[in-house]
């Protein structure tokens, strides 16, 4: 007996209890390895397993390289009122990169604590778009507003130059569309670009105010529910094979069917209407209206390649931006940095982690493969989790990953010190692993938890690269603290027939001889 326990009983205890943590270590570990082994990402046609494990990890744009973007809101309100622009405006950026395949970008609120005049704003939006290297492309999706509407065509120039149009046109326009009514102005767009057989230099004189009966209607692109590129194999002459299908919510449906219900209000009555489809101020499209459309759906035709289309069902689908964007500051970068980085950084992992392996299993024998097992275990579980969570691996975020392999190391050294302690004072392996951690374990929770916190805080205050760091060294200690307190738990006490206790014995006897000299 000891401790008023039947030794029997206590081995069962103890092994249906060792069990249990055996069965969490290995779901664990299984959860963590099906987010790396299962393909998620874009992982090139030959590649190698760690190729195609690498990919399902989403890498910075220190590492990857691509584009880096900033803008400005071009807009006069307060500081408060432009930080609650900049979240509505961080959303649409974030459908339209989503939508475009770009779902490794970051978007996010600079705030400048510190006025510095009018050189740097105190608000911006900062757009990361790691992979590509299109500068273009990127500022397509990002820097556009998105701004559609339906407007009436009420004339169409051709004009290598934005054309004159008297005053006297557009009242006399205003008055034929009203009908008698007060006359107003109407804004010129400009139209440079082949659609729908209406050739280049075309302008267009339009309103956006459309013309239903002795009234008028306004359609803009809130009432777009739905946007998709498509693909017109059969084309009818002058179509195209590439447009875009556009769905109505059912005030837009309404509003639309009154829209292509009516011919046009001009006096000469023969004359159809002509109803543009505008995006950022240009006019995509100017088709006639052949017949009324009742159905909600409407179509945007004539577009020159299928990126277009996508493109356009991005900028349609995600909504317009609530402010203009103005660029502040926007480069490419090159990932060669990053790649060099990240070598000499893996090669110098690989070897402190075989120096502190090597370090372990000298020390602390037996106990040090333990230690060594946990120490994969937990970057097993480190990455996975990065995996499964979408978390961005950055640069400082791996020097996160470095530090987190420090602190699973400190806690099994804590243990370890524990569990010597234990046998020195005479107790069996297995009740010396047992009372070591019930004495450590709450040192190693409350260690962890503060610097879990101060992850949370970098996390929530920081930007960029700063969150990257944060948010491998929370997934890290969480890691490391379930390593230390379960996983090594497990391994300890399926070997503790193999730990002698004699070794540690004959330390505290030198120690002693050290101490009577």
């Not at 570990?29 to 082994?37: D, S, T």
């Not at 779902?103 to 990361?128: C, H, L, M, N, Y």
């Not at 267009?204 to 194999?233: H, M, Q």
């Not at 004359?271 to 006639?288: C, M, Q, S, Y």
């Amino acid at each position: 007996m000891e401790g008023g326990v039947c030794p029997r009983t206590s081995g069962k205890i103890r092994m249906r209890a060792n069990q249990k943590r055996l069965i969490v270590t290995v779901v664990v570990l299984v959860g963590a390895l099906l987010p790396l082994l299962i393909p998620h990402g874009n992982a090139p046609s030959g590649s190698s397993f760690l190729d195609k494990i690498a990919a399902n990890i989403k890498l910075g744009l220190d590492i990857k390289g691509g584009a880096l973007l900033e803008y400005q809101m071009v807009t006069d309100v307060s500081k408060e009122e432009m930080s609650a622009l900049a979240d509505r405006v961080i959303e649409v950026l974030r459908t339209r990169l989503d939508a475009a395949g770009f779902t490794e970008a970051t978007v996010e609120k600079i705030t400048t604590a510190i006025s510095f005049g009018e050189d740097i704003p105190p608000v911006r939006v900062r757009v990361q778009i790691p992979g590509i290297t299109d500068v273009l492309r990127a500022e397509s999706l990002v820097g556009k507003t998105g701004k559609l509407y339906f407007a009436d065509v009420l004339a169409i120039e051709t004009s290598s130059s934005t054309p004159s149009i008297p005053a006297g046109m557009s009242l006399e326009i205003s008055r034929r569309k009203l009908q008698g009514g007060e006359p107003f102005w109407i804004k010129e767009l400009h139209f440079g670009e082949y659609v729908n057989g209406v050739q280049n230099n075309n302008w267009y004189f339009i309103s956006p105010r459309i013309a239903v009966g002795s009234s008028y209607v306004e359609l803009d692109g809130s009432v777009v529910t739905e946007a998709k590129s498509l693909v017109n194999n059969q084309p009818r002459p002058g179509q195209g094979r590439f447009m875009v299908s556009l769905k109505f919510n059912s005030e837009g449906s309404r509003t639309f069917r009154e829209i292509t219900s009516v011919k046009s209000t001009y006096t000469d009555t023969d004359i159809r209407k002509r109803l543009a489809i505008v995006l950022d101020e240009n006019v995509i499209i100017a088709p006639l209206v052949q017949t009324q459309i009742s159905d909600g759906n409407a179509v945007i035709e004539g577009l020159n390649s299928l990126d277009e289309a996508k493109e356009v069902s991005i900028l349609v689908g995600s909504g317009n931006l609530p402010v203009e964007l103005s660029a502040f500051n926007k480069r490419v970068l090159s990932p060669t940095l990053g790649r060099d980085i990240i070598t000499a950084s893996l090669w110098a992992g690989i070897g402190g982690l075989i120096l502190i392996m090597i370090y372990m299993l000298v020390i602390y024998g037996k106990m040090g493969i333990v230690a060594d097992i946990a120490l994969l275990y937990n970057g097993v579980l480190l990455m996975g989790m990065v995996s499964l969570t979408g978390s961005i691996l950055t640069l400082p975020g791996i020097a996160g990953i470095v530090l987190t392999i420090g602190m699973t190391v400190d806690g099994n050294v804590l243990i370890f010190e524990r569990i010597k302690e234990e046998l020195q004072l005479g107790k069996t392996t297995e009740n010396a692993i047992d009372s070591a951690f019930s004495k450590v374990v709450w040192t190693i929770f409350d260690a962890n938890i503060t610097t879990i916190l101060a992850g949370i805080v970098l996390f929530y205050f920081g930007t960029g690269t700063v969150k990257g760091f944060a948010i491998t060294l929370i997934i890290g200690v969480i890691g490391a603290m379930f390593t230390n307190i379960v996983v090594s738990r497990t391994v300890l006490t399926a070997m503790a027939g193999g730990i002698k206790p004699e070794r540690y014995l004959k330390t505290k006897k030198v120690n002693e001889g050290r101490e009577a000299r």
